[in-house]
């Protein structure tokens, strides 16, 4: 049974994806690394500081971790997590209401901070309907792993299977699966820079997700 809905934030509710891009591969080019988009992508969905601290020790990086996570978290906050007013990636708005209107519990679940993903949903207008925002600052393991929506799963009072998650990245995508739960991968720019082939069904419009197409999911 299709109980709750439960989804990343980072390109699924607002398409901040490319700010990061821009934002790491600037710090990137201060630090003298040779990383590249292409090299980027297998750390989208990582929460920040595992990031950091994966590239700190790949590089030798004299800079501390808390040092590289600060001077990210403040130059995304300049460009987003500031922002009082954000765009919402088409068609979540009308899906979060749809989910509403049929008694789904919502939440999101993100690699971001909890602060930021506060401050998303309001500056995209959702914050009323998202009963849960959990952020994997709060669990042991990051994204592949499970455990943030696990623990999602059960501060909401739900069972994993009972869920739904929208994932972008195939980080997400995994950590879901491996959490007992479906998802629906998100391919907005619908050229498979992620590889999400593994989630349930992938969709490269949000607007092509609704109660009907949910349900089917979890009948097959």
């Known amino acids: 049974m299709f109980r709750s809905l439960i989804f990343d934030m980072d390109g699924v509710l607002i398409d901040s994806e490319p700010v990061y891009e821009r934002v790491e591969l600037g710090i990137h080019r201060e ?3 040779d990383m590249d988009a292409k090299k980027r992508l297998k750390y989208v969905g990582t929460p920040t500081r595992e990031m950091w601290t994966q590239v700190k020790a790949k590089y030798g990086l004299e800079e501390s971790v808390d040092f590289l996570v600060e001077l990210e978290k403040q130059r995304m906050f300049e460009a987003i997590y500031g922002r009082k007013e ?7 708005v009308p899906l979060v ?11 999101v679940a993100s690699s ?5 993903i506060l401050s998303v949903v309001k500056s995209i207008g959702i914050d009323e309907y998202m009963e849960f925002l959990v ?3 709060q669990v042991e393991r990051g994204k592949p792993e499970p455990d943030v929506f696990l623990f999602t799963a059960e501060t909401m009072g739900v069972k994993p299977n009972e869920c739904l998650v ?17 998802c629906i991968g998100f391919d907005q720019d619908n050229k498979g820079t992620q590889d999400l082939s593994i989630a349930n069904i992938v969709v490269d419009d949000i607007s092509d997700i609704d109660y009907k197409l949910i349900n089917a999911l979890f009948n097959e």
């Not at 954000?86 to 979540?92: E, H």
């Not at 209107?101 to 919502?106: D, H, R, V, Y």
């Not at 971001?112 to 930021?116: G, L, N, R, T």
């Open 31 to 33: 630090l003298g690394t």
């Open 86 to 92: 954000n765009d919402a990636i088409k068609g979540v």
């Open 97 to 107: 209401e749809e989910m509403k209107e049929k008694g789904i519990k919502m939440a």
């Open 112 to 116: 971001s901070a909890k602060d930021d």
């Open 135 to 137: 952020s994997s600052n």
């Open 166 to 182: 929208i994932e972008d990245s195939r980080q997400g995508v995994t950590a879901a699966l491996k959490a007992g739960m479906k």
